[in-house]
């Protein structure tokens, strides 16, 4: 069931104040394309824990029966060759990030009305100023089934959540350095890429290393959701309780969050958690008609940046305010609910959100890893 962006914003605000359909696809044919060898970065070959993933032409975005009408048409692009990490950014590594910079993150500062405002209707009033506190939007379980077009059932803004506190000031990380850092908006993952010397990947990088060599396939790992009744990714579990209840019959509480990152075997790329675990943020702006742009040009898309401007028709008044493309789905999608999980699954997200299934993973050109081996090379 798609939720309205709107919805989501507004829920924020409150709290705070296979098979181609396509008959132009319907030849096509699904297929595996396996790299001859995958070359892992350790330092010396490469960047260390990335992956190089060549470039290929492959067909963006789906008509897929459970296809968002975001995610197609179907579009051929062409990418050059790029570096992307193996797994998404754990709490171990942005913790040394902000020790070596004295970063304060997004959900750590006090948010700015300017900021906020280009996110709601027009007219409407500030909030008081002591509404304005530092904080993040926290994902809470209902004790019952709720209308699944009601976003604000399960989510809400808890003052005091960043990532060192994912889910409000009474948690912590501890124990939880090997799991993806969440609660980072658009910015902070900025601020971490130009620390590491690495940037965001483009929503196509995103798509092509997701897919792991597996053409139209609908997950990172082929055509079944869970081959064999084997679960490959950390999403939710319909058959334990449906979204978003946490609580048994025997009302014990489910735990539900994060899992370390690897916990799940590789894609064909060897990519870990390209599925499920946490949203992550890729460079592009969102248009909900990017593909169909795309598509309509009539020729092969070559390195295609996104669009210049965000679109998002389902935010009414504020179809253009400022969005940014996640991919990947989250612990929190499942067969009923969600399924953003598949890999042609889009939505767009407020740059200045934090949330507690949204994390990200890194990019690097060929020339950026080039130029760091031979200041490597020149300070032995």
């Keep these: 069931m798609k939720i309205s962006t709107r919805q989501k914003r507004l829920a924020g605000a409150v709290a705070l104040a296979v098979t181609l359909t396509g008959s132009a696809f319907a030849g096509w044919q699904y297929i595996h394309r396996s790299p001859a060898a995958l070359t892992v970065g350790d330092g010396r070959i490469g960047p260390a824990d990335m992956v190089w993933i060549a470039g290929d032409d492959f067909m963006m975005g ?88 009601d976003y604000s059932r399960w989510w809400k803004f808890v003052p005091g959540a960043n990532w060192r506190h994912p889910t409000g000031p009474d948690s912590d990380i501890a124990g939880k350095e090997n799991h993806p850092v969440v609660q980072v908006s658009y910015d902070d993952a900025l601020a971490y890429a130009r620390w590491a010397h690495k940037r965001l990947p483009t929503e196509a990088e995103w798509e092509y290393a997701a897919r792991g060599g597996l053409e139209q396939a609908d997950y990172a790992w082929g055509a079944e959701f869970a081959p064999g009744g084997k679960k490959m990714a950390n999403t ?133 890893w080039k130029r760091e081996a031979r200041d490597l090379q020149a300070s032995r």
Excluded at 69 to 77: D, F, I, L, R, W
Excluded at 129 to 135: A, E, T
Excluded at 268 to 294: E, H, K, P, S, T
């Design 236 to 368: 939710w579990d319909d058959g334990a309780r449906p979204f978003p209840v946490t609580d048994q019959v025997a009302h014990e509480k489910v735990q539900v969050g994060t899992s370390p990152v690897g916990s799940f075997a590789p894609n064909g790329y060897g990519l870990y958690d390209m599925a499920g675990n946490v949203w992550q943020w890729v460079a592009d702006w969102y248009r909900a008609d990017a593909f169909r742009v795309a598509a309509g040009r009539g020729q092969l898309v070559k390195n295609p940046a996104g669009p210049s401007d965000s679109y998002d028709p389902d935010n009414g008044p504020t179809a253009y305010a400022p969005e940014r493309v996640t991919r990947g789905g989250s612990f929190l999608c499942s067969e009923s609910y969600c399924m953003s999980y598949r890999v042609s699954a889009r939505r767009g997200t407020d740059p200045m959100n934090g949330m507690s299934h949204l994390g990200f993973r890194l990019a690097m050109d060929e020339s950026e």
């Design 62 to 149: 789906s008509e897929y029966r459970h296809a968002q009408p975001n995610e197609g048409p179907a579009h051929k692009v062409r990418l050059g060759g790029y570096w992307i990490d193996r797994h998404d950014v754990t709490n171990a590594d942005f913790a040394r990030f902000v020790a070596a910079t004295g970063y304060v993150s997004t959900a750590e500062r006090k948010p700015r009305w300017e900021d906020l405002q280009v996110q709601l209707p027009p007219g409407t009033p500030p909030p008081p100023d002591d509404v304005l506190v530092p904080g993040a939007m926290v994902f809470t379980g209902t004790d019952a089934p709720v209308p699944l077009n």
